[in-house]
């Protein structure tokens, strides 16, 4: 298995801008999850989505951030328009829900600066 | 409310020393914990994942954890590190619908020679 991929692996934009960051999850795993993570503020988690439902965004930082999941296979999260505090490495993850085993399987990240 | 408290943001050890990272968490139910280790541009690795049974769990790269119900903890711990355990390292507790994780904000691991 190829794991979770996610694209691009870095972006640099310029304020104003808008981003799009892709994942592709591990095949046959049916929650997907999305995080950002800073020096000041960690690893958040954004959104989730299970079944390409998305169950909790309450994380999503604000309206400017949006997320899909059309298929089982493929989720974008967008930033529009962009800033420079949105300059963080993104994380996509995704896990089998209905096993007992939740450990969730991340990707390398997209590295985004925004300036 | 849940949550996961890794009380040392960063820990110096020389190769070759014992190393013992903290977690303690807090979780109404009985929880699934695990630890990930996260290189430097890189994602984050499952280490070891407990959910039942003996509750001292062995990982990859010759990591243990033990979980310490009494005292909400499930620390990691290696005998003899190495150079390459230098990354940060995460505390994670899962809650038992599957569905999210709670982090806590990492403890970062300084190898000297």
């Known amino acids: 298995d190829a794991g979770v991929i996610q694209s691009p692996r870095h972006e640099v934009t310029e304020m104003g801008q808008e981003v799009t960051l892709r994942c592709k999850p591990i095949?046959?795993?049916?929650?997907l999850f999305w995080y950002r993570q800073t020096m000041m503020r960690g690893l958040e988690l954004l959104i989730y989505?299970?079944?390409?439902?998305?169950?909790?965004d309450s994380g999503m930082p604000e309206d400017r951030f949006s997320a899909k999941m059309p298929n089982a296979s493929f989720s974008t999260l967008k930033i529009q328009p962009s800033e420079p505090r949105d300059s963080a490495v993104y994380f996509c993850?995704?896990?089998?829900?209905?096993?007992?085993?939740?450990?969730?399987?991340f990707g390398p990240g997209t590295r985004l600066t925004v300036l | 409310a849940q949550s996961v408290t890794q009380p040392d943001i960063h820990i110096t050890v020389s190769e070759g020393a014992s190393l013992e990272l903290r977690c303690n968490y807090s979780y109404g139910a009985t929880p699934y914990l695990f630890w990930y280790v996260q290189s430097p541009g890189q994602g984050l690795q499952l280490l070891l994942k407990y959910f039942s049974g003996d509750t001292l769990v062995q990982g990859i790269k010759g990591f243990e954890a033990e979980f310490k119900r009494s005292q909400s903890s499930f620390n990691l711990r290696k005998p003899s590190v190495h150079w390459s355990d230098a990354a940060e390292y995460f505390c994670?507790?899962?809650?038992?619908?599957?569905?999210?994780?709670?982090f806590g904000t990492g403890t970062s691991l300084t190898v000297i020679p």
């Open positions: 989505f299970n079944n390409n439902v998305p169950i909790d």
């Open positions: 993850a995704s896990n089998h829900r209905t096993g007992i085993y939740n450990e969730q399987f």
């Open positions: 095949s046959g795993h049916n929650s």
């Open positions: 994670a507790v899962g809650a038992q619908d599957g569905n999210q994780f709670y």
